[in-house]
């Protein structure tokens, strides 16, 4: 029997392992990576960030695409400098592209690790219990397209937040990954341009406005796209409260 714990103990650890590795680097990353991996860094660095891309450009672009990822992948400080970085090297497209890939492949990496380390068991616990905590789950599980592409459209939840509660929850793999890269594709892009745009911004020795995404003209829209998504989900509970199928 003992044999047995320490078994299952065992296996929990290596299953655990991915998020503890992921913990460790995003804390040692915070401390160690602010300052390299920030708007400050780009503009000291662009002019050789730039003569290395016209050197090397496709070497420039798959280890851009491959920071970008640990960048996501393990917490770090920086992603929103690395989406711009990604506009400013590679311009709207095919910058856009890559951030918005990178994004989710690091998004996918988290979700993947926590639901091996975490994910199953809380999600059974959840499936036992009859409190709210059940009742929120079990409506984002019915509705879960609609409710997590709104989430990824209209940021309300920090990103490294919304990769953590789906594989808490039990949320597939396949409509994660979905939800993830076409949610996040309007804001991608709309950092990215602002990226593409700081050749200009460099030589009046401005900052970026990173809170544009927040202007009425863009987040009216963003808004109504999100509402447009829940429309489903919303016919669905008025047909239900109607006794309809």
């Known amino acids: 029997m003992a044999h047995h714990n320490s078994t299952a103990g065992a296996s929990r650890w290596r299953q655990r392992l991915p998020v503890l590795i992921i913990a460790c680097l995003a804390i040692l990353g915070a401390i160690m990576l602010r300052d390299f991996l920030s708007f400050e860094a780009l503009r000291d660095n662009r002019a050789a960030l730039i003569a290395f891309r016209d ?5 420039t ?11 996501v992948a393990f917490s770090l400080p920086g992603a929103t400098a690395a989406t711009l970085t990604g506009g400013f090297l590679f311009g709207v497209f095919p910058g856009a592209l890559f951030n918005i890939t990178a994004a989710t ?10 639901r091996a380390g975490f994910g199953r068991a809380i999600s059974a616990k959840i499936d036992a219990s009859d409190g709210r905590i059940k009742q929120i789950s079990d409506a984002i599980r019915a509705n879960e397209t609609s409710v997590l592409f709104s989430l990824r459209l209209v940021p309300v939840l920090p990103f490294f ?3 953590v509660i789906p594989a808490l929850i039990g949320v597939r793999l396949p409509v994660f990954a979905a939800t993830t890269f076409f949610g996040i594709m309007p804001g991608g892009v709309i950092y990215t341009w602002v990226g593409a745009g700081l050749g200009e911004v460099f030589a009046r020795d401005e900052t970026p406005d990173l809170g544009i995404i927040f202007e009425p003209h863009i987040i009216g829209p963003l808004l109504g796209l999100a509402a447009l998504s829940l429309l489903p989900m919303i016919v669905k509970q008025m047909r239900r409260k109607e006794g309809q199928p």
Not at 55 to 59: G, W
Not at 61 to 71: D, E, G, H, N
Not at 105 to 114: D, K, R, S, T
Request: net charge neutral; hydrophobic share 80%.
């Open 105 to 114: 492949i690091g998004a996918v990496a988290i979700f993947l690790a926590v």
């Open 55 to 59: 050197s090397q450009y496709l070497l």
């Open 161 to 163: 937040v919304m990769n």
């Open 61 to 71: 672009a798959l280890a851009f695409i491959a920071a970008y990822i640990a960048i």
